[in-house]
């Protein structure tokens, strides 16, 4: 837990190997309102944590276990909100694979959870309800117009050089994503993996950079008669170490079949 201003809590959640956090996913708590919930593995600290700092509503950007795994501890004392395209998982979480299960947990089902506001009023903040489509097709974010802050869950990829895709995401409207977001000139990004993040121009501008000029040189190989194992293979793209792990939940070729063959409209 870290405070950012007065107003603004970035809660932290992780599962640990060996000591070490294995990978951040970060909420924020604004007011008496918690931008995604965190994974399931944190269920007993964000209990403490609730107890200590009244949430009475939680907003879901995605339905991706790592931001609303914490919603079924949380339901209990706050109402859960999220665009209704996600309340199926939300209600019903499918039985996730095992290496997700260890790194983020497994959530437990809501009994209940509301329609998104398109807007909500908090600790004198105000908070829009924006589509941020292409990581989830139906994920939104949360701007704040006056201080140009943007709650942008994972609208922007965490790695630089994105290497591996999942089936759900679309890559090109992603590109379209970030470079709506640099429209927005937003001052201050509250990333759903890194934290705030206060360089955003620079910060979005190397990810689009880097996709689109993936995206060209798979294209042209493709044009060229190539299948996508081999523009692969021809542009050297490794992937993780426990890749095989997420059954097939990530792969490098998800992510160039997307760059070629998807269209930003979705
Ligand atoms: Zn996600």
Redesign the pocket.
């Known amino acids: 837990m870290v405070p950012f201003d007065d107003v603004v809590t970035c809660v932290k959640t992780s599962s640990e190997q060996g000591g070490e956090a294995f990978f951040w996913v970060y909420s924020y708590l604004v007011g008496d309102t918690l931008i995604d919930a965190g994974c399931a593995n944190a269920a007993s600290d964000m209990v403490t944590f609730a107890a200590g700092h009244p949430i009475a509503r939680v907003l879901v950007s995605?339905a991706?276990e790592?931001?609303y795994g914490c919603c079924y501890v949380l339901e209990k004392t706050a109402k859960v909100y999220a665009v209704e395209q996600d309340h199926d998982i939300i209600r019903n979480p499918p039985q996730y694979g095992e290496l997700f299960r260890t790194v983020w947990g497994q959530p437990g089902p809501v009994a209940e959870v509301h329609s998104m506001p398109e807007a909500i009023d908090v600790a004198g903040l105000r908070l829009e309800t924006v589509g941020l489509p292409g990581?989830?097709p139906s994920m939104v974010g949360f701007f704040e117009p006056d201080k140009r802050w943007l709650f942008s869950?994972?609208a922007v990829p965490l790695p630089s050089k994105k290497k591996i895709g999942m089936p759900e995401e679309n890559m090109p409207q992603m590109i379209a994503t970030m470079e709506r977001i640099l429209e927005m000139d937003v001052d201050v990004l509250f990333d759903?993996h890194r934290g705030p993040i206060t360089d955003v121009e620079s910060h979005t501008m190397t990810r689009i950079d880097y996709l689109k000029d993936l995206q060209e040189k798979a294209i042209s190989l493709h044009e060229a008669g190539m299948s996508i194992s081999e523009i692969q293979e021809r542009l050297e793209l490794e992937g993780p170490w426990y890749m095989e792990m997420t059954e097939n939940r990530f792969g490098i070729d998800i992510l160039l079949r997307s760059l070629v063959f998807d269209s930003p409209e979705g």
């Open positions: 995605h991706h790592d931001h990581h989830w869950a994972d759903g």
